[in-house]
């Protein structure tokens, strides 16, 4: 039998998390035949509703759960780990700033990324979904100079799995047939979901849709709202569909995409003109734990300005966080 693979998931007793852990568990993320152990952290005061989800995890009786740890400690929680969800993040309070609540994250970001410094395995592979995204992976990145930046990246495959649907539905494809797919940016209303090189069935969807207008107004606001009308409509943020989406993004990571071209959020290496180090949403291909970038893709003059605005957000983030890592 498989040697089981510790994964930590932070916000444990959340709503993504809850919708998240037994998946996990089941083997929905590595495999029918790869047992877990389950690292679980929180806060303090939610460690009587952790418990209450580790019971839960008991009273499913799977098979692949070979053991789980609940703790309010990050160097606990992240001790030997392989894989980590970094789900918990300090919400938009009422009245609370843009700033405050990049400083607020940052102060979380950078003890959990100094945790995972002195704690996990050296290639280990964390993807962080607490927002704002793209900025917390940075500053964990940052903050745990002892790891590779290839450990690090921030989920962007809910936006790309909500492009994929919308599509789908607009060209009458399958959306498992849709592929070429990219979101380019910041997991924020500002990232660009392109689909100028996107195919289905081997025809290009600019084929099928043919309709830049529809893009511009009523495809690419749509998108960038998405997670604002599920709120609306639930009460309450997408959860499942989060919890889903951070699923498909590891998974294709550590397991493989099999040379399907997905979005992910890592440190760029200076391609497409983005400054080296800031987390950016891109096509990629991945296998092993590894992600090959997809290169040299022609911007056009619509497309480039999108970019330049999601780039450019990312850089303000990164300034107003900049005094807060050492
Ligand atoms: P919840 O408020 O239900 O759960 C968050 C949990 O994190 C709580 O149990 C809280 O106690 C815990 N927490 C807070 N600070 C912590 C810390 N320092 N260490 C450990 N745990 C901590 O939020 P939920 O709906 O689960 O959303 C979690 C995060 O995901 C939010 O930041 C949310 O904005 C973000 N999202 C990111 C998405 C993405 O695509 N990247 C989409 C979905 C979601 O909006």
Same mark, same amino acid.
């Given at each position: 039998?498989?040697?089981?693979?510790?994964?930590?998931?932070?916000?444990?007793?959340?709503?993504? &998390?809850?919708?998240?852990?037994?998946?996990?568990?089941?083997?929905? $993320? $590595?495999?029918?035949?790869?047992?877990?152990? $389950?690292? %679980? *952290?929180?806060?303090?005061?939610?460690?009587?509703? *952790?418990?209450?989800?580790?019971?839960? %995890?008991?009273?499913?009786? +799977?098979?692949?759960?070979?053991?789980?740890?609940?703790?309010?400690?990050?160097?606990?929680? +992240?001790?030997?780990?392989?894989?980590? +969800?970094?789900? #918990?993040?300090?919400?938009?309070?009422?009245?609370?700033?843009?700033?405050?609540?990049?400083?607020?994250?940052?102060?979380?970001?950078?003890?959990?990324?100094?945790? $995972?410094?002195?704690?996990?395995?050296?290639?280990?592979?964390? %993807?962080?979904?607490?927002?704002?995204?793209?900025?917390?992976?940075?500053?964990?990145?940052?903050?745990? =100079?002892?790891?590779?930046?290839?450990? +690090?990246?921030?989920?962007?495959?809910? /936006?790309?799995?909500?492009?994929?649907?919308?599509?789908? &539905?607009?060209?009458?494809?399958?959306?498992? /047939?849709?592929?070429? *797919?990219?979101?380019?940016?910041?997991?924020?209303?500002?990232?660009? =979901?392109?689909?100028?090189?996107?195919?289905?069935?081997?025809?290009?969807?600019?084929?099928?849709?043919?309709?830049? &207008?529809?893009?511009?107004?009523?495809?690419?606001?749509?998108?960038?709202?998405?997670?604002?009308?599920?709120?609306?409509?639930? #009460?309450?943020? !997408?959860?499942?569909?989060?919890?889903?989406?951070?699923?498909?993004?590891?998974?294709?990571?550590?397991?493989? !995409?099999?040379?399907?071209?997905?979005?992910?959020?890592?440190?760029? /290496?200076?391609?497409?003109?983005?400054?080296?180090?800031?987390?950016?949403?891109?096509?990629?291909?991945? !296998?092993?734990?590894?992600?090959?970038?997809?290169?040299? %893709?022609?911007?056009?003059?619509?497309?480039?300005?999108?970019?330049?605005?999601?780039?450019?957000? *990312?850089?303000?983030?990164?300034?107003?966080?900049?005094?807060?890592?050492?």
């Amino acid at each position: 039998a498989k040697s089981p693979v510790r994964i930590a998931v932070t916000g444990a007793a959340g709503q993504i &998390a809850y919708a998240l852990i037994f998946r996990i568990a089941s083997g929905a $993320l $590595l495999g029918p035949d790869q047992p877990v152990i $389950l690292h %679980l *952290l929180d806060l303090p005061q939610m460690q009587g509703a *952790l418990g209450g989800v580790m019971m839960e %995890l008991e009273d499913c009786a +799977f098979p692949l759960l070979a053991g789980m740890v609940a703790t309010d400690d990050p160097k606990t929680a +992240f001790k030997d780990i392989d894989i980590g +969800f970094l789900v #918990g993040a300090r919400p938009r309070g009422k009245g609370m700033e843009r700033k405050d609540l990049l400083g607020a994250n940052a102060e979380i970001f950078t003890v959990q990324g100094r945790a $995972l410094n002195d704690a996990a395995k050296r290639d280990v592979r964390v %993807l962080v979904v607490g927002n704002p995204a793209n900025t917390n992976a940075y500053i964990a990145m940052k903050s745990a =100079p002892d790891l590779s930046p290839d450990c +690090f990246s921030a989920m962007i495959r809910l /936006d790309h799995n909500r492009a994929a649907s919308m599509l789908a &539905a607009k060209a009458g494809v399958n959306v498992g /047939d849709i592929e070429k *797919l990219i979101i380019w940016g910041n997991h924020s209303p500002t990232m660009y =979901p392109d689909w100028r090189f996107a195919e289905a069935g081997g025809r290009k969807l600019a084929e099928l849709v043919g309709d830049e &207008a529809w893009n511009r107004e009523t495809f690419i606001p749509t998108i960038g709202k998405r997670g604002a009308a599920v709120i609306e409509a639930r #009460g309450a943020s !997408s959860a499942a569909s989060a919890a889903n989406a951070a699923i498909d993004q590891v998974r294709d990571w550590v397991v493989g !995409s099999n040379g399907r071209w997905v979005s992910m959020a890592v440190a760029s /290496d200076g391609g497409y003109g983005v400054p080296e180090g800031i987390m950016f949403g891109v096509p990629v291909t991945a !296998s092993g734990g590894k992600v090959t970038r997809i290169r040299d %893709l022609a911007l056009d003059e619509f497309a480039r300005s999108r970019f330049e605005i999601t780039l450019n957000e *990312l850089k303000e983030e990164r300034a107003a966080i900049a005094h807060l890592l050492k």
